[in-house]
């Protein structure tokens, strides 16, 4: 096993049992997170924000230039987007809770010398070494509905095999915390009724990618669809 697969954020997490139990104390343990190299660029550590009771979870892949600066997820162009397509599907963005899988921004500087930062996806180590924090935020939230918005934050939960074509808009039985991000989630998962116990999975693309579609408005109108399917299993 190399240096990158073996590094884990698990060592900053808090020691005492009662903190691993408290958002509050979570965010601010994240803040020293050096679990991976990321943060050497990143301006802070980006946790997750919502309701402590809410009943979705949205997972997104990392924080943008904008979510970097202001220390909050979500709230550049594509979060703007987001609340708009929460709210045409009857979700209120105050009743969930929105994260990433990691927590710092990966970007590299424009060529030429530019001072503009461009998004870089994490890899796979990186997504690792982060998970312990996303474990830690689903054990203390227990949703009843987790909203997969994309390809990367799909690969971080299901595997390496996950794709947004083939899952997007089913829902499907959440695999166990314990599985989640390990090669065990990426087994077929079965689509799960609206009601009845168990945690429920749905993907959906991320609200980024509709900003960079040619047809924004289709791609707009089948995001707000899938998102309406997670509002009904909340019903």
């Given amino acids: 096993m190399n240096a990158e697969s073996s590094r884990t ?4 997490l808090p020691d005492d049992p009662e903190s691993r139990l408290d958002l509050g104390a979570l965010r601010s343990a994240a803040d020293g997170c050096r679990g991976c190299d990321l943060y050497r660029d990143a301006t802070r550590t980006v946790f997750g924000e919502g309701s402590p009771g809410a009943r979705a979870v949205l997972v997104g892949e990392q924080p943008g230039d904008r979510e970097d600066r202001e220390g909050a997820p979500f709230v550049g162009p594509a979060g703007r987007l987001l609340d708009r397509a929460l709210a045409e599907a009857g979700i209120e963005r105050g ?3 929105v994260t990433n899988a990691v927590k710092h921004f990966k970007f590299k500087h424009q060529e030429g010398g530019g001072r503009r930062r461009i998004h870089e996806p994490p890899n796979a180590g990186e997504m690792r070494a982060c998970r312990p924090w996303l474990l830690a935020e689903l054990r203390i939230l227990e949703p009843d509905v987790v909203v997969v918005l994309g390809a990367t934050a799909g690969r971080a939960l ?3 095999s996950f794709r947004v074509t083939r899952l997007r808009g089913r829902l499907l039985a959440c695999p166990d915390l ?3 991000g390990t090669p065990a989630a990426g087994k077929e998962l079965p689509d ?3 009601e009845g116990p168990g945690a429920r999975l749905l993907a959906t693309i991320h609200p980024s990618a509709v900003l960079r579609a040619e047809d924004r408005d289709g791609a707009y109108r089948g995001l707000v669809e899938d998102l309406g399917i997670a509002a009904r299993a909340l019903r």
């Fill in 158 to 160: 299901l595997g390496s």
């Fill in 95 to 97: 009743d969930v809770y």
């Fill in 192 to 194: 799960a009724p609206p």
């Fill in 178 to 180: 314990e599985e989640l």
């Fill in 9 to 12: 954020a698990e060592p900053f």
